[in-house]
C-alpha cells in the first residue's frame, strides 16, 4: 500500500503544475474576448491552488493503474469517480459551476460523455498497437 501512496504523490507533484498553466490559459482566453474583466485577488489565489490540487490529483489517481488486482474496468471506474469528484466538488467550491441541478446534470453529462469518448479512444488505439506488436513478433 505504501509504494501505491508514494507513487500517487510522485506522480501529482511532477504534474501539478499543469493546473495553474491551464487556468492561466482560459482565463487569457476569457480576457481576450472580453469574458472576463477583472479578478480579485482571492479569485486568482484560489484558482491557483485549486487547480493545483485538481491536477495533483488527477495524476496521481492514475496509479491505480498499476495495481494489479484490480481488472481495468475497476481501475477505470475508480479513476472516473475520483476524477468526476475532484473536478465537481473544485467547480463548486470555486463558483465555476453553479450549485443547481440544471449546471450538475449538464456538467455530469459532458463529464461521462467525455470520458466515455477518451476511454473508446484509448482502447481502439492500444488494441491497434498491440495487434501490430503481436503480428511483428509472430
Same mark, same amino acid.
Given at each position: 500500500?505504501?509504494?501505491?501512496?508514494? &507513487?500517487? /504523490?510522485?506522480?501529482?507533484?511532477?504534474? *501539478?503544475?499543469?493546473?495553474? @498553466?491551464?487556468?492561466?490559459?482560459?482565463? %487569457?482566453? /476569457?480576457?481576450? %474576448?472580453? &469574458?472576463?474583466?477583472?479578478?480579485?485577488?482571492? &479569485?486568482?489565489?484560489?484558482?491557483?491552488?485549486?487547480?493545483?490540487?485538481?491536477?495533483?490529483?488527477? #495524476?496521481?489517481?492514475?496509479?491505480?493503474?498499476?495495481?494489479?488486482? @484490480?481488472?481495468?474496468?475497476?481501475?477505470?471506474?475508480?479513476?472516473?469517480?475520483?476524477?468526476?469528484?475532484?473536478?465537481?466538488?473544485?467547480?463548486? %467550491?470555486?463558483?465555476?459551476?453553479?450549485?443547481?441541478?440544471?449546471?450538475?446534470?449538464?456538467?455530469?453529462? *459532458? %463529464?461521462?460523455?467525455?470520458? /466515455?469518448?477518451?476511454? #473508446?479512444?484509448?482502447?481502439?488505439?492500444?488494441?491497434? *498497437?498491440?495487434?501490430?506488436?503481436? &503480428?511483428?513478433?509472430?
Amino acid at each position: 500500500m505504501r509504494k501505491y501512496v508514494v &507513487e500517487f /504523490l510522485k506522480r501529482g507533484m511532477m504534474f *501539478c503544475f499543469g493546473g495553474p @498553466l491551464v487556468m492561466a490559459i482560459i482565463y %487569457f482566453v /476569457l480576457g481576450a %474576448f472580453g &469574458e472576463l474583466q477583472t479578478l480579485t485577488v482571492n &479569485e486568482v489565489v484560489s484558482g491557483i491552488f485549486s487547480s493545483t490540487l485538481l491536477a495533483f490529483i488527477a #495524476a496521481g489517481v492514475t496509479v491505480i493503474y498499476t495495481i494489479d488486482k @484490480l481488472s481495468p474496468f475497476s481501475a477505470a471506474l475508480i479513476h472516473g469517480v475520483v476524477l468526476y469528484f475532484d473536478y465537481i466538488l473544485l467547480y463548486l %467550491f470555486n463558483g465555476w459551476l453553479q450549485s443547481s441541478l440544471k449546471p450538475i446534470m449538464i456538467f455530469t453529462i *459532458c %463529464f461521462v460523455l467525455g470520458y /466515455l469518448i477518451i476511454w #473508446a479512444i484509448v482502447f481502439v488505439v492500444t488494441r491497434k *498497437c498491440t495487434k501490430k506488436l503481436n &503480428e511483428s513478433l509472430n
